[in-house]
């Protein structure tokens, strides 16, 4: 699409428009780092990175995924960077900046926002089920003489002569889904039982440390990621000391790094690459929107984009020994394979083949007590750049009616996010969370991406961005970038989106077969947040006055903005 001639007069006199309510600030660079660090490095990192690795050619696997995150992830990731801290506001009212037809976006990430919030704080309430648990002197998955145990749990550590079957079930495995679940009083999707009160209470201590972590704004959450954020890689650097020192631990190395170059040919793994990258660094959710329009505007957002990008794509990595050091020591305890222990993925990883082997070592409580507390601190500090996403968006959207009202509506939001997680608790609640999971935030997240690329790099125009990130930087970003923006990254994103929709495998959970209408309402799930882009577009053309032609060129041109260049260097002032 040709592009429109900029806007946005040179040397604008015109003085910043007042406020009643001036924007929040950072109080310290490294409140905003931290906040974007613990909002990329998440659960996901530790259970999906692991297991995808060695799933698709161990150490073969970090050549796709280096070269995805290079010319995919990293660039998305400076680009809405960018694009928040020149904007100065939320994933909603931005758009009216760049391209206001494209406005759908904005809604549809809060609606994601929503849907993940359903499900991502229920596994933090697990968590925390855990570490109440662990305070004992024996962790209740030890052992099979508990009331919740079946016969067909088997215990083979510390003895000799135990056959594992196909059929053998581990303390952990029942702990986690008979004890903390309580999933065997469910039918299924059809019949999911009453609400687990335990973890009911669970689940609102969760929000509540959410609420007052974010009642405030950036100058309460900036101060609570200084411990969420940096207690995971203490504990991370703890447990991968203690898993090298276990016996069989290089084992389980070996079979996560051991490269099998066949992979390399097949397209699934280009694409599970290319999806973990994305969504592990996060662009399209509105965090990085949010969290960079409170930065000064002259700060080097382009530094940050690589080294937070970077931290988040080394902490995968590392999570990966932490977890088969471990796994290297089970399959030796069992006398079984590497990969017949390592078959577990998602939630159960952290639930069931961790505790396991947590549960076996010297000191088992202390272990149990800080891996489930950075569990705690991995989902949390997620769950903060995700609500801020929707609180910023909204808020920004709406300033009149919200202006000054942000506790009581941060506490309105939270209670929706309460009630929307009330199914996710009752006895088949885990069945919930997966088809959550996976339809949530799938391909209906990076359909968005790829709108929101598109729209700022063909429609906004990649020109006028770079001009944007000059005035912010002082340089205007080189040809690498421009073309990842224009091309590469859109290209990979609609490759990973087609894919993903082409190739959709049944989905299970403990044996559990999902029926057919549970997916059609997946489908649902996902498309009622995408279906906001075309619905806003036909709204937006429809109420545009004039001919066709003159509602196109209104819809697709950003609102004419001024800029006090003395003022602060700082904060876009829309002329209305």
């Not at 020149?86 to 929503?114: D, M, N, V």
């Not at 000391?241 to 631990?249: D, E, F, N």
């Not at 489908?523 to 109420?543: Q, T």
Request: aromatic letters at 16%; hydrophobic letters at 50%; a neutral charge.
């Amino acid at each position: 699409m040709a592009e429109q001639p900029c806007l946005r007069p040179p040397d604008s006199p015109a003085a910043p428009n007042p406020q009643a309510h001036p924007r929040d600030k950072w109080s310290k660079k490294m409140d905003f780092l931290l906040s974007v660090v613990g909002f990329a490095v998440d659960l996901g990192n530790v259970w999906r990175f692991p297991y995808i690795c060695y799933q698709n050619g161990g150490g073969a696997f970090l050549i796709p995924y280096t070269l995805m995150a290079v010319f995919g992830g990293v660039p998305l990731f400076y680009m809405e960077l960018a694009l928040g801290q020149f904007h100065r506001t939320g994933a909603i009212p931005i758009w009216k900046r760049i391209c206001p037809i494209f406005k759908g976006i904005g809604f549809a990430i809060c609606i994601i926002g929503l849907y993940v919030s359903f499900y991502y704080n229920t596994i933090i309430a697990w968590a925390l089920y855990y570490f109440y648990s662990s305070f004992s002197g024996t962790l209740p998955w030890a052992s099979c003489d508990n009331p919740w145990n079946t016969p067909a749990c088997t215990n083979y550590f510390g003895k000799s002569n135990v056959t594992w079957t196909n059929f053998s079930r581990s303390p952990a495995e029942e702990f986690y889904t008979r004890k903390v679940l309580e999933i065997q009083k469910s039918g299924g999707l059809y019949d999911i039982g009453g609400i687990r009160w335990q973890l009911l209470l669970c689940l609102f201590l969760i929000f509540t440390i959410v609420y007052f972590s974010l009642w405030k704004g950036v100058k309460t959450s900036g101060k609570v990621v200084w411990v969420t954020a940096t207690l995971p890689y203490v504990v991370l650097l703890i447990l991968l000391i203690r898993g090298a020192t276990l016996p069989g631990a290089w084992r389980g190395v070996v079979f996560y790094l051991r490269p099998d170059w066949g992979k390399l040919l097949s397209t699934e793994v280009w694409v599970d690459a290319a999806a973990q990258i994305f969504f592990s660094l996060g662009p399209g959710f509105g965090v990085l929107l949010a969290l960079a329009s409170y930065n000064h505007f002259h700060n080097n957002c382009y530094r940050d984009a690589l080294v937070t990008s970077a931290v988040n794509c080394l902490t995968s990595f590392l999570s990966g020994f932490v977890i088969f050091t471990v796994l290297g020591y089970m399959a030796e305890m069992r006398d079984v394979e590497v990969e017949d222990v390592a078959r577990d993925k998602g939630p159960s990883l952290l639930f069931i083949t961790y505790p396991e082997a947590i549960a076996n070592m010297v000191g088992s409580t202390f272990f149990a007590i800080l891996f489930f507390l950075m569990m705690i601190t991995l989902g949390l500090d997620s769950t903060f750049g995700g609500l801020e996403a929707v609180i910023t968006a909204v808020m920004d959207e709406y300033p009149q009616v919200l202006a000054g009202r942000r506790e009581l509506f941060v506490l309105g939001l939270i209670t929706v996010c309460f009630l929307g997680s009330l199914s996710t608790l009752t006895y088949g609640g885990a069945y919930v969370v997966k088809l959550l999971e996976e339809f949530g935030a799938g391909c209906s997240i990076l359909a968005v991406v790829l709108l929101e690329t598109i729209a700022v790099s063909w429609f906004y125009g990649i020109q006028r961005f770079s001009h944007d990130v000059k005035a912010m930087l002082g340089f205007t970003p080189g040809l690498f970038w421009k073309l990842c923006w224009v091309a590469i990254s859109p290209a990979l994103l609609a490759f990973i989106v087609i894919s993903s929709l082409l190739e959709q495998p049944p989905l299970t959970l403990f044996e559990y077969q999902y029926p057919e209408w549970s997916i059609s309402v997946g489908f649902l799930i996902g498309a009622s947040s995408f279906i906001c882009i075309p619905l806003y577009m036909v709204y937006k053309l429809v109420w545009t006055p004039g001919s066709l032609k003159q509602r196109l060129a209104v819809c697709i041109r950003p609102e004419k903005l001024l800029r006090a260049p003395q003022a602060e260097g700082v904060g876009m002032n829309p002329v209305l």
